[in-house]
């Protein structure tokens, strides 16, 4: 599975603290994007039609999935109320 990733080190920059924790949701989201741990949840309101996934309880990396091009496509990575 391919991710895209323009995001994310944008974001490690800012956040340096929480690299590992990046790098092991992205690893964890091309092994297996349902994984439990992951807390897979389809997005409402503005985003309606996107996911997120956790990072910390305070940031989450939003994402578009599309299963039958074997794609993630990682489109912001920030706190709840950045993305």
Known sequence: MQISTDY???FERAHPELRR???QALLDLEHDPFNPHLRLQA???ELAGLHAVSVTHAYRIVRTLRLSEREIVLL???SHDEV
């Open 21 to 23: 924790r990046i790098a």
């Open 43 to 45: 997005l409402s309101g």
């Open 8 to 10: 994310t080190a944008r």
């Open 76 to 78: 912001n990575i920030g």
